[in-house]
């Protein structure tokens, strides 16, 4: 049989003394009803206890070690325990890890028992005070107001799929007509401008497949310039990680462009407060 002793370090004489020692199992007295399990398990468990896994919100199941002369391996007792016994056995045998996961569980239930109280009498107050029939009423107006924020009015009964929304909508006549001078460079662009901008990727795939295909008449091909130039923009300006508010987009982006990017699609934040 193995021997264990237990050494002693004297930190004024700087000598150790050693002792025997007996290793033993000790098993937390649990109070009130319990569901034991006598396991067998084929190799011997080490720990004084050992928590095996919660059941649910009403407690958890403990493992402790049995010895059993007919058995080579090792029985284990599998003790049924509430919630209460077991974050006692943990504040008294538990590891540093399982003890602060059981402060942070105690700490959140203290936080959303505050959180549930506080929301409920807000909303009782609140129905209270305007009725369902009122909310039920400004929610709907909210679901409006939010969808012709983000999109352009919509035209359900266009027979044509260019009448949907309309392009004043999208882009206004002014912003449109600051679109002619930066997308110049679009109308009159070569193949192997095409060919040089795809292997610099300073385009998305999208735009650079449709300038392959500008109409050959000087006015729809300007026009699918323009909106190609605006598109490509507002796809590079979704990418940006640090906007900058004068000249997001550099100096040849029209202001009236930057200004509507700016506006539309993004949100003022402040840093410390």
Not at 110 to 138: E, P, R, S, W
Not at 171 to 177: K, M, N
Not at 229 to 255: A, R
Request: charged share 25%; with cysteine; proline share 4%.
């Amino acid at each position: 049989l193995p021997r264990y002793f237990v050494g002693v370090l004297d930190k004024d004489s700087g000598q150790m003394e050693v002792y025997n020692a007996e290793m033993f199992n000790m098993q937390p007295l649990l109070s009130g009803k319990r569901s034991v399990l006598v396991a067998r398990l084929g190799c011997a468990q080490c720990n004084v206890w050992s928590f095996l896994g919660e059941c649910g919100t009403t407690g958890g199941w403990l493992s402790f070690p049995l010895r059993c002369k007919g058995f080579s391996g090792q029985q284990h007792a599998l003790i049924f325990v509430s919630l209460a016994q077991m974050d006692l056995c943990i504040e008294a045998f538990g590891t540093s890890k399982q003890k602060r996961a059981l402060n942070a569980r105690r700490m959140n239930a203290v936080g959303n028992d505050v959180l549930n109280t506080a929301v409920t009498k807000a909303a009782a107050n609140i129905i209270n005070v305007k009725g369902v029939a009122a909310l039920i009423q400004d929610v709907a107006q909210d679901d409006v107001q939010n969808t012709s924020a983000l999109l352009p009015p919509c035209n359900e009964d266009a027979e044509k799929p260019e009448n949907i929304y309309k392009f004043e909508d999208i882009l206004s006549p002014a912003e449109y007509e600051a679109l002619q001078v930066p997308a110049a460079v679009f109308v009159n662009i070569t193949a192997e401008e095409i060919a040089k901008k795809a292997e610099e990727k300073s385009h998305c795939s999208f735009v650079l497949e449709e300038l392959k295909f500008l109409p050959a008449d000087e006015k729809s091909r300007d026009h699918k310039a323009r909106c190609l130039w605006f598109l490509d923009t507002l796809i590079k300006f979704s990418y940006l990680k640090v906007i900058k508010k004068k000249h997001p987009m550099g100096p040849e982006c029209p202001h009236i462009i930057s200004r509507k990017l700016m506006k539309n699609f993004t949100s003022l934040t402040y840093n410390n407060g």
